[in-house]
């Protein structure tokens, strides 16, 4: 690190701590950026009061960047759906791994609880959601399914959808500043991010492997 981006660090002082039960994300210093940040892979969540950005790189997955917008108060999501939760009639209820098809709904409403925790108000949410691309080497679109229902939830939920960049044949880097809102969002040459590909076939498998069983009370 050079002595120019240590003064900038040092000038922001310790790393604010995380809020407990996100002590096993990914936090450090972004010098780009000048900031601390958080980085998320996929089936994680994270949520930040101090001013940190949260950044992820998405395919095939959706993030959800939630936040109050009168306090600040925000975080991000990384997820995605089983690719064969939707049965003959295009519905993703009542089929034999509805539990999986939860995930979507789990990563939302974890994300708002702890939102809520923190002092946020559900009236004062905002969302932006990003990814969907449909990169996967398989023949169903999932990235397309997952961006259906994450449009969809916050809908029926009465939140409000404030940005939506999704689908397309990339994938995305987002970097997200909770405090303010604001979102950087990077489309990456498909051909090149093979790393990104690979990781979310390993995520879809485990999915199927590991439906979510967790009831979520929602505030």
């Keep these: ?104 709904n789990y990563a939302m409403e974890h994300l708002i609880n702890d939102i809520l925790k923190q002092g946020g108000r559900r009236d004062n949410l905002e969302v932006k959601l990003f990814g969907g691309g449909q990169v996967l080497r398989i023949a169903t679109n999932i990235g397309g399914k997952n961006a259906q229902f994450a449009e969809s939830y916050v809908r029926m939920e009465g939140l409000t959808l404030a940005a939506i960049d999704v689908e397309g044949p990339y994938p995305r880097k987002v970097n997200y500043f909770p405090a303010t809102g604001r979102v950087r969002v990077k489309k990456l040459e498909p051909l090149h991010n093979d790393t990104v590909v690979s990781r979310e076939e390993k995520y879809l498998h485990s999915l199927v492997e590991t439906p979510v069983e967790t009831e979520i009370d929602l505030f």
């Design 1 to 104: 690190m050079s002595a120019e981006l240590q003064k900038n660090k040092e000038s922001c002082g310790d790393q604010p701590p995380a809020i407990v039960g996100f002590e096993h994300i990914n936090r450090y210093w972004d010098p780009q950026n000048s900031v601390f940040a958080a980085k998320l892979l996929p089936g994680e969540y994270y949520v930040s009061t101090t001013g940190e950005m949260i950044t992820t790189v998405l395919g095939s997955c959706i993030s959800a960047c939630i936040r109050d917008k009168v306090f600040g108060i925000g975080g991000m999501n990384h997820f995605m759906l089983p690719d064969h939760a939707e049965n003959q009639n295009g519905s993703w209820e009542n089929t034999k791994v509805n539990a999986a098809t939860r995930y979507g």
